[in-house]
């Protein structure tokens, strides 16, 4: 299993700049450069990741997306005087040219080039590539956005080229429209581009007609351009969380990526002058974590925009330290997205209806008829109700650390069963006391004393896991659902408020379980579920169970993990009951997926009989990215309509499950 984390970077990247005054053009600064590298390296995350050197693109390569007429002009650069420069950068939008740009600009290319050859190529498992110029704005034959030539796009085609690579997924989660790389792409199946953007009904820059959410894409490649417009400044986390569960992760899934590039501007965070938006660097730790989970864990990210330097430089950390593989940071106070994110989820999932077979279920609600047209703006000084108001200085926390416990995955096994590599075994016999009281409290019928011992263990575990001192752990028992009440019981009594149980398969989960209100539980199962899914207990059902891996994903993605993130939980215990059938690479997915929860506290249970499971669940809870599930399927539609029902009941609940505004079942 490929490791490692490249980090690609050079300071001749920092040697050009504006030359002249030029507003729109001031805030694309060297210094982005350096306070990334500064900050990665005061935080320590430089010096652990694979330092890759930085090479000059050829022209071939430039050409994979550019014109030649193009690259000419560019080449001429270099030998222009001041007023030649100001000259040619006028023909352009938003962009400004120098005598070192075309120099910086081939080696932006080259960098991303090389961070694709290192991860395509097995030496790390993702990478960053920290580059200047940009390039998501950038033409077949023009340069525009402070971009020259299209970093990510021409990456894409060489991986294609090189790597036999058939499916690359693009997440540009920049605050401004790629229309570069949209372009690029508009009628190619093979690329499936995924863009928000402040867009505000048309009025903010690009200002273009194409960034709507109608346009999906052209001819073969309807489908495969998603577009997300922002209306309203100020959105936060739960906006772009929502964005990332209920329209490009269920879509994603079903497209199956062989690599993900990621257009990863940093103007959509908190503090920027451009994008006035308000999630917080540590957002990005997240959306990092979930993209992971694709393409076998094939990520690059490249440096786009970012231009409020503090901000930019979190954010960077953020990235690079999940890329690493570090506990993704506390989620805070995440709950529904607002009105106008709602009101382009709602569209976008409707535009993209006909073509993806996750979205089948959704019922067709009319759309907001405003949402393609400009709108008039609200006077000046005046200000709609409910509008959100960015201050120009706003103030946000530095993100918390992210330490990582000594010990990665602790197990208890029977004493017969090898210990998987890079895992330790929990060695500490339970204490006279815990023993005693988990026979007399927890235990509920006849026991033997090995399986007592495997109790006791499970809830060391557990409290290991609240202590820092291990991150999650795996534990083989001979009755799965006596142990899992057992480490709910224990961990609502004296661990978390909040314990997150996830359970794959038919077993009966006692009332008592989530009656104090100190635990969700989440069950997945091929029984049709209790009509009256009651409180904190969500029971959901699917026909064909869990080796339906279409209609799980729908579920996890689009019920269980928009739920989780919003209930915070302390700890996660996930179990899979008897004779549940469920694909590997099924299974290991979700333990990947919910890593993202709890700084990746996860307590793992199998029951004896699933021996078979115990090198890939150790492997995920390792850390080791989950195998591809290949292009999914259509789910059963009935399951959907189902899990739709479930969906709604519980959105009065929990924000983060909507999916359209007021009420609607889009
Ligand atoms: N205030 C990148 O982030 N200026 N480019 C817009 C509206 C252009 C941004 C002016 C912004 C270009 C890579
Ligand atoms: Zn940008």
Redesign the pocket.
Known sequence: MTSGTALIFDEEMTRYKLLWVDP?CKIEVPERLTVCCTALQEEGLAQRCVSVPVRQATDSEILLVHSEEYLEGVKKTPYMNLEELQTFTQQYG?VYFHPNIYHCAKMAVGSTLQLVDSVMGGKVRNGMALVRP?G??SQRSAAN???VFNNVAIAAQYAKKHYGVKRVLIVDW?V?HGQGVQFAFEDDPSVLYFSWHRYEHQE??PNLRESDYDNVGKEKGAGFNINVPWNKVGMENSDYLSVFFHVLLPIAYEFSPDLVLVCA?F?SAIGDP?GHMCATPDIFAHLTRLLMSLAGGKLCAVL??GYNLTSLAQSVCQTVQTLLGDPTPPTSELNGPCESALESIQCVRSAHKPFWACLQHTAAPPVPEYSTKRCKLTEEGESKPGEKEVAEDVMWMKPPDRPAPLVHTEVVFPSDLDVPDRCVSLSQAPAPEMLQRVRENLVRGPENEESLTTLCGVIALLEKMKKQEIRNGLALVTDVTAAMLCAVEHAQMFLTNRLLLVFLGDAEIPAHVTKDGKSLVVKISSQEPEEQTFGNLVSVGLKKGCSDTAGLMQIVLGLLLPLAYEYDPGLVVLARGPGTELGEAAWQQVIGLLQGLAQGHTLALLQEGQREAVGATAASLLGDPAPSLGPLGAPCLEDMEAMERLRQRLQTHWGLLKTSVAGGSG
Do not use: L, Q
Request: aromatic content about 18%; some cysteine; proline content about 6%.
């Open positions: 729109a938003d940009p998501h704005h956005g402070f971009c920049d401004h903010f820059w501007g103007d451009e786009e925009g």
